[in-house]
């Protein structure tokens, strides 16, 4: 059996261990620069720690449960039962069935874009799009006919949704039809089919590289700078932007010379509130956590519906790249002060649009009536 260490440091026999606060303040501090703009900055904005998310934010059960005895029985609930038994299994399984169909051979792009395999999609991301959501798009002039443009927007959902309905309110409604190509989350990626499928649909692996190819190549670019912390906040943290990392997107622009365009997604968090998560359950799946929400698990499948919330996307006026992008990524604390206001931009966008939205669910009987050709149809507040 072996003899614990008698090893000591110099003076440890003698000199009693301090606390650690202590230690800290005896520990000679690093000479930081600061950025008299940037004070400035965070003075107008004050940006309050409730804004972010903590560990003590994660809901209990009880608090889980009462919120679900709270949720029973709405109209907007009601609403998506009644959409879905209307619309049939007959149109999802025709839309299947031309895309496999076609057997031909395929033109694949270097990200693994098929046309072939996306067109007859298409279509049900647009009724999506035009009946269950009835997004509303603002601003789409900000975006260029041609030529490289990065998107930047608010991540938020649970489940990405948002980069869907934003392609194809620009693929549908911009006058060039644009194509945007969103940038998804690397676990994707991880799963079983998901990854491949994404692909085809033109999504590509969020990372550096790809979206400097992309913008390289003249494609308009989407891209969420919250990442997985914007898509997992909590209902409680509905849009509050969470902070944009390193100033990925701001790099990525000054790279390439791409225009940043602030866009905001607003609906998409009442969609599919997450009212807690799991973390440990998830991560021998290879997911960053297993969403509550008032229908997930509970429902199962089902429960990946979204509620059929009004949806808004707002495209913002371009921020340009700086005269001397070279200076800029040299730069960190100008870096950092340009992804601030690319942030607080985004933010104003979402303000402006909660501001004057008159409701969550507005208008969703109107829309069956249109998307069924049943009549107007009741108004759901």
Known sequence: MSEPSTDRRPGSETEPARPRAARDEARPRRHEHRDPQMDVLFDRN??????????????????????????????????????????????????????????????????????????????????????????????????????????????????????????????????????????VEDFIYHLPFLGMFMSRVGAVRACQENAQRLLESDHATLVFPEGIKGIGKLYSKRYRLQRFGRGGAVRLAAVTGSPMIPVSIVGAEESMPLLSKVSWLARPLGLPYIPITPTLPWLGALGLIPLPTKWYIDFGEPIPVPDDPEALLHDRVAMNRLNEDLRHAVQRLIDKRLASRPSVFGGIGAALGRAFGGGRGGDTP
């Open 46 to 183: 004050p940006i309050s720690d409730r804004v972010f998310e903590s560990k003590t934010d994660i809901l209990s059960l009880e608090e889980v449960l009462e919120a679900l005895d709270k949720v029973k029985g709405l109209p907007p609930l009601r609403a998506a039962a009644e959409l879905f038994s209307r619309l049939g299994i007959e149109r999802l399984q025709a839309s299947f069935q031309r895309m496999l169909a076609s057997r031909k051979d395929r033109v694949i792009d270097e990200f693994g874009l098929d046309e072939a395999f996306l067109t007859p999609l298409e279509p049900i991301a647009k009724w999506f799009h035009d009946h269950y959501f009835r997004v509303e798009s603002e601003g789409l002039e900000h975006v260029p006919d041609t030529g490289r443009c990065l998107l930047v927007a608010n991540h938020s959902g649970t489940l990405p949704y948002d980069a869907t309905m934003v392609v194809t309110a620009v693929r549908c409604q911009h006058p060039s039809h644009r194509r945007v190509r969103p940038l």
